[in-house]
């Protein structure tokens, strides 16, 4: 199965690997393109890439590539995403899936319609930790869930923002703290809770870096039975914090982050559930080129089985769409200082 990465930075270096380990499942990287020639030719040397592309019309018309990454600025998704499905190959898509709802729902819908399958990258989906938790709450482990919280605490400085210059812009970041780095923790706690959403609150500000938008916020949900989540997202916690969900229910606490399980208790303890081995940690909290590729790999094998196996990824578009629903939320609470029924 031909895969083709379009376009060449930095996470484009985790699909190169997440690839290479997956080699022995007839998965390879066929072709990459950037139109930046100069990343493009880089890229392909240092991954042994045979194909290369400057423009995406062309990586889209060659009839050898059947699954495209998506590895473009997070605003351009749609377009590249929208173009790949039109051409009939299935996709992989980095997060968010795009930058305003509208834009995330319309990424859906015309996947749907070209009948093609993708795969959206929220890779702490397959943490060990969080797959345990999740079950843990469905089955009624806990009890009613009270609060919730997703400590999202990273640190990126000026220079990162000053690397890329779509980096930390609405119109090709689509935000800053919570749609770059926290949208992976607000998609797992949201996963985690799996309730729908009545009313958020949030405060998104700029305090220490210069860039048009967020470097530090915070936002309640209340959920429609009244149980609280608290968000805290951030690039200006030096050095950067191992991300943590804590969730507090009746009959019990799970608290995990990056390197395992903190607290696994339950007030039967006889009945509890077996506390799950912590996985490799995800990363990115510190740098956003220190992430393992173990989440890659568990999705993008899973997109290879779906279209061998003719079923959905565990991923598809229509999940990797709540995230971006309530970022935003938070960013127009912000702007008009009330909460947002959502």
Same mark, same amino acid.
């Given at each position: ?37 100069? +990343? ?10 045979? +194909? ?7 990586? &889209?018309?060659?009839?050898?590539? *059947? ?13 590249? =995403? *929208? ?10 898509? *980095? ?11 319309? /990424? ?11 795969? =959206? %990258? ?5 943490? @060990? ?67 729908? %959403? ?6 998104? $500000? ?21 149980? &609280?989540?608290?968000? *805290? ?53 510190? =740098?956003? /080129? ?10 993008? +094998?899973? &997109? ?12 598809? @578009? $229509? ?13 127009? =609470? ?9």
């Amino acid at each position: 199965m031909n895969f083709a990465v379009i376009g060449c930075g930095v996470i484009a270096e985790t699909h190169a690997k997440a690839l290479k380990r997956l080699e022995k499942e007839g998965l390879k990287l066929y072709a990459c393109c950037d139109i930046v020639p100069e +990343k493009a030719d880089a890229y392909a040397r240092r991954h042994n890439v045979g +194909k290369v592309y400057y423009d995406d019309e062309s990586v &889209l018309a060659d009839p050898e590539v *059947e699954v495209v990454c998506v590895c473009v600025p997070s605003g351009t998704h749609k377009d590249v =995403s *929208e173009a790949a499905a039109r051409a009939g190959k299935h996709i992989v898509c *980095e997060k968010p899936l795009e930058i305003t709802p509208e834009r995330a729902i319309a /990424v859906a819908k015309t996947v749907r319609e070209c009948g093609v399958k993708m795969q =959206s %990258i929220h890779q702490r989906r397959m943490m @060990p930790t969080a797959i345990a938790t999740r079950k843990a709450i469905q089955e009624g482990r806990l009890g009613r869930i009270c609060l919730a919280e997703a400590q999202l605490k990273y640190y990126r400085d000026q220079a990162y923002y000053d690397s890329a210059g779509w980096r930390g812009t609405w119109d090709q970041d689509g935000g800053g703290a919570l749609m770059n780095q926290g949208v992976h923790g607000v998609d797992l706690v949201l996963w985690m809770l799996g309730g729908e %959403i009545d009313t958020i609150y949030g405060k998104a $500000e700029t305090l220490a870096r210069k860039i048009d938008v967020e470097d530090t916020a915070a936002a309640v949900i209340q959920m429609k039975d009244k149980s &609280l989540c608290v968000i *805290e997202g951030a690039t200006t916690a030096y050095p950067g914090f191992s991300t943590t969900f804590a969730f507090y229910g009746e009959k019990g606490t799970i608290i995990f982050n990056d390197e395992g399980v903190v607290e696994w208790k339950f007030m039967d303890e006889a009945d509890a559930p077996p506390c799950p081995e912590a996985g490799a940690a995800v990363g990115g909290s510190k =740098s956003n /080129v220190d992430i393992t590729i173990d989440g890659h790999v568990a999705l993008i +094998k899973d &997109l290879a089985d779906a279209i061998r196996e003719d079923r959905e990824p565990v991923l598809p @578009p $229509e999940d990797a769409v709540l995230a971006v629903k309530v970022i935003c939320a938070i960013y127009e =609470s912000t702007r008009t200082g009330m909460p947002v029924r959502f």
